[in-house]
């Protein structure tokens, strides 16, 4: 096939992705997130079947920007992170320490996909040991195609968004602790940013989000990150209902973490008592 050949192929299948797109004026508004190597992506995605179209803008974070996407008659969340504008440093920070991603070297682009794919494997690894997270459901480079948490037009809000009643708080609470301990001691991850701004209230269920950053227990930086997650935790719900403390939650990682160590022997449970020692 010819060099022109091939750019008049480009511009066809550019074309076709574009006629999907709901909201048009999104692709002039974000020129910095729909370049031509995303869309390609995206016209990938919805030869597969991961996505039919396009719709409006839901926000805009400081690495990605997040859209509704449709498929049949249900959306969809789609997450660009974005190749141009991303923190190329932190982003390296975060994988070099993670022994699923430390080799990755490279280019912005590069970097950008395995961070993509690491809130991908999160995700998923975060849903199979029962912590609510929105379902993966596909990725490709900077693209990932997930679950859009909320109800009808209605996306979920933050829960710094939600003021919850007295009762409701202490339930949301008792939740966030929990997942908190079971992405520690059965996913073997911390998220490594968990606040008030990363947990969706969807109609009673807390749902935790933005899981790139979160990293496995190996990571140098793993036990740092869990005392911030903590910390911002406790704050959030002592400063706005009055309940809940970092002893509580670290109480609480330590308990389950007996129960846990009753079923393991050798490096792994000093492994685990070492680390929630406090």
């Not at 008049?8 to 997130?33: C, G, M, N, P, Y």
Request: net charge neutral; charged share 35%; with cysteine.
């Amino acid at each position: 096939m010819s060099r022109r050949t091939k750019d008049e192929d480009f511009d066809t299948r550019i074309d076709v992705l574009r006629t999907r797109i709901k909201d048009s004026d999104d692709l002039s508004v974000h020129d910095a997130v729909f370049d031509k190597r995303t869309l390609m992506d995206l016209y990938s995605l919805a030869s597969k079947g991961a996505i039919d179209a396009l719709g409006g803008s839901i926000c805009t974070g400081k690495e990605a920007n997040i859209f509704k996407a449709i498929v049949g008659e249900k959306e969809l969340a789609l997450k660009i992170y974005r190749v141009t504008t991303s923190n190329f440093k932190a982003m390296q920070d975060y994988l070099h320490g993670d022994p699923r991603f430390g080799s990755v070297k490279g280019t912005k682009k590069a970097i950008v996909s395995a961070w993509t794919k690491k809130e991908f494997r999160n995700l998923t690894r975060a849903e199979e040991v029962g912590v609510r997270v929105p379902h993966p459901i596909a990725m490709k480079e900077n693209i990932l195609v997930m679950e859009l948490v909320g109800e009808k037009d209605q996306v979920a809000p933050q829960l710094k968004d939600v003021d919850l009643e007295q009762g409701e708080a202490e339930r949301v609470f008792e939740k966030l602790v929990e997942y908190i301990s079971v992405l520690y001691h059965k996913a073997g991850l911390v998220h490594a940013d968990l606040s008030e701004f990363n947990v969706l209230y969807d109609r009673g269920e807390t749902v935790i989000i933005d899981m790139g950053q979160s990293v496995t227990l190996d990571h140098p930086m793993a036990r740092k990150f869990l005392e911030r997650d903590i910390t911002n935790v406790a704050r959030y719900f002592k400063k706005k209902y009055g309940i809940g403390s970092e002893e509580e939650i670290w109480a609480r990682l330590r308990s389950n973490g007996e129960k846990a160590d009753q079923r393991k022997e050798g490096p792994d449970r000093r492994a685990d008592q070492k680390a929630t020692q406090k």
